[in-house]
């Protein structure tokens, strides 16, 4: 007689879902002062298309003049005893909260925490009369996939809900020793493979600015709370352009460091240990300065004495732009695949006349080197096993597939499971091409001044903010990834309708081109953030931030550095 044997049956995906929702609910209803936001938000009515307005008629104008602050500045009252960090912290759990319900971008918030840190921080400071160290007190958000200890760690997908972190990631412990405070964590896409933020543990993540359009991805949820001043310096990752989209989107800076200078251990992923395309860990900020005190802050602390796959690479605080030295920068107006969407341009065009101007600057076009080809060997390269990893964790729940993880991963020409003969072979192309383009930039040396560029100025991808499910494109960041080039983006203005009108009789250059034309509606982007984009050759972060700080401080662009 045959006997089975009994199985617990499987909960259903939805039920999952709705127990991720409660706890990260709960973890808000925590907050100190939740039930007066709430109070007041629902007084409202109905949530408009843009949310940028919505803090300020709802917290306490304490909590409205605390989130305000760029992060060099709160560091600065708290390292002074200004302010407290509970204030602070408070305040940013508070206008986290609200940022929750205006664009769905928290996994939970960590008001207990937070609060209990903040408390510790505050009588260090009392009894030594000095902060703890350069971040003290600072209230620092964090892209769900990495690790925060005793608490999930889903990546995204439905079937990791109750994983926990057995300790925090390596990033995090040292942002840790130097006072941060960690009071949020963000959402980010199924597979992590979006230029959007959605999956289905939470939804859709929406961008501040129009609720109608993309946050980006895949840190979209940083990107959607530093927009709205919910922190003001965070961490994502990013293999493809998942800090620098959000960071367009949602008109903040983000970085893409040199691969193997931020530590990466205790990050999440499903093909964790596979880096034929290394994914990089960096700071998302509502300013350059921002983005500068966690690189040094990090690297100041010596990571790969206990990472050693990391660079012996000191943060370089000597390098300094100035009108007394020469500077070459090449502009890419297109990539030769897809062409800018209007606002882009005209920024473009906008910030290159103003630097014409500037002395012994040099400003040349980039003629870029078959970026079509270099998308064929990045996504040959990002998912080796086929996605085959990614499929099955999505199946172990039964959960479906969101429309970006089936456009990636399976209509995909290039994701194929990739036996050890063909591996070897990409990844001889991808060296190929990184000597190639080399090369091309070697060459700019030539010309009336034989200099050779120092950074290229290009947009921060195809187009501003998208509609939903729409961001296809991704060759104007993961370009940079292939490469392995230090890439920040930053706001330069907004899309104005008037002025941003599509180009008539528009002759596009390939059929992605076509096709992307068509997404562009000026009428629906109407006040989205404009960002561009700052590349430099491997390990010239420390330049390309400091030619932006210059390029900051000689234009009249209007820069936006805070909501």
Not at 78 to 85: F, P, V
Not at 277 to 287: F, W
Not at 421 to 444: D, F, G, I, S
Request: proline fraction near 7%; aromatic fraction near 8%; include cysteine.
């Amino acid at each position: 007689m045959s006997t089975s044997k009994k199985t617990k049956p499987k909960r259903q995906w939805e039920d999952v879902a709705r127990e991720a929702q409660e706890y990260r609910d709960a973890s808000i209803g925590r907050v100190p002062g939740i039930t007066e936001i709430s109070a007041r938000l629902e007084s409202l009515n109905a949530l408009p298309k843009c949310s940028l307005d919505i803090p300020g008629k709802v917290l306490e104008l304490k909590d409205i003049k605390i989130t305000q602050c760029l992060p060099e500045d709160l560091v600065a009252m708290l390292g002074k005893g200004e302010i407290s960090a509970v204030e602070v912290t408070t305040a940013f759990l508070r206008r986290a909260a609200l940022a929750q319900r205006l664009t769905n971008c928290i996994t939970e918030l960590l008001p207990e925490r937070a609060l209990a840190r903040a408390k510790e921080l505050d009588d260090y400071f009392e009894q030594h009369r000095k902060p703890i160290g350069p971040l003290h007190g600072l209230p620092i958000s964090v892209k769900e996939m990495i690790g925060m200890k005793e608490l999930g760690l889903n990546a995204g997908y439905v079937a990791w809900w109750g994983k926990t972190a057995t300790e925090n990631a390596h990033v995090l412990d040292i942002l840790w020793n130097a006072g941060a405070v960690f009071h949020a964590r963000t959402t980010q896409p199924q597979s992590m493979m979006h230029l959007e933020t959605d999956n289905n543990l939470y939804g859709v993540t929406v961008n501040p600015s129009n609720r109608n359009v993309s946050s980006g991805g895949s840190s979209g949820g940083e990107g959607a709370l530093i927009g709205i001043g919910g922190s003001c310096l965070g961490i994502g990752s990013d293999v493809g352009g998942s800090i620098r989209s959000p960071a367009a989107n949602c008109g903040i800076y983000g970085l893409k460091p040199t691969a193997f200078r931020i530590p990466t251990d205790g990050w999440c992923s499903t093909m964790a240990g596979a880096d034929p395309i290394p994914g990089v860990i960096g700071p998302m900020s509502t300013s350059l300065e921002g983005i500068k005190l966690f690189m040094k802050t990090i690297l100041d602390s010596q990571p790969w004495l206990s990472e050693p796959a990391l660079i012996p690479m000191p943060w370089n605080t000597s390098i300094q732009i100035s009108d007394t030295q020469p500077l070459k920068i090449a502009i890419t107006w297109n990539d030769g695949v897809v062409t800018p969407h209007p606002p882009l341009t005209r920024a473009l065009q906008a910030l290159v006349s103003q630097l014409q101007t500037l002395p012994n600057l040099e400003i040349v076009d980039w003629h870029p080197y078959l970026h079509d080809e270099a998308w064929a060997i990045i996504s040959s390269l990002y998912f080796t096993d086929g996605g085959a990893e990614d499929a099955a964790t999505i199946a172990e729940s039964g959960e479906p597939w969101r429309p970006l993880t089936t456009w990636m991963i399976k209509q995909n020409p290039c994701v194929k499971k990739l036996t050890p003969q063909k591996l070897y072979y990409w990844q001889e192309e991808r060296e190929a091409y990184r000597k190639e383009y080399a090369k091309v930039w070697n060459e700019t040396a030539s010309g009336e001044s034989g200099r050779m560029v120092d950074v290229i100025l290009c947009p921060a991808g195809p187009g501003v903010a998208l509609k939903h499910d729409t961001a296809r494109y991704w060759g104007y960041t993961s370009q940079w990834n292939l490469l392995d080039y230090p890439a920040v983006v930053f706001p330069v203005g907004k899309v104005d309708k008037d002025k941003d009108v599509a180009t008539k009789n528009f002759k596009p250059m390939t059929d992605i081109d076509e096709d992307h034309w068509k997404l562009y509606d000026a009428e629906e982007f109407d006040g989205l953030p404009i960002s561009l984009q700052l590349v430099g050759r491997r390990f010239d972060d420390e330049k390309v931030l400091a030619i932006l700080e210059y390029i900051k401080q000689r234009t009249v662009l209007p820069f936006i550095d805070s909501q």
